[in-house]
């Protein structure tokens, strides 16, 4: 079920995705990348409808859904997602 990020509190919405971006395996190239920047990064993607917040009543968790697709659609070739 997808969940409207605008429904969120601001508390909830950067603890949701400080989670998302900390995660053990998630992928920024060679490059380091500030948390706060990874945070615009992923806000920026909820807002332009290239991510989702997903929550699975089954195992009661909440995550957040990249839509790998729409982002490489608006990345220039050899460019990086913004």
């Known amino acids: 079920m997808d ?6 509190s601001k508390s909830a919405l950067r603890g949701l995705i400080e989670e998302f971006v900390s995660r053990e395996g998630t992928e920024y190239g060679g490059v380091a990348v500030e948390m706060s ?36 659609q608006r990345i220039p070739k050899g460019g990086v997602v913004a």
């Open 37 to 72: 920047a990874k945070r615009e990064q992923v806000q920026l993607q909820l807002e332009r409808g290239e991510a989702q917040i997903n929550f699975d009543p089954e195992t009661d968790t909440t995550d957040i859904v990249i839509d790998r697709e729409r982002v490489g």
């Open 3 to 8: 969940i409207p990020w605008k429904t969120l």
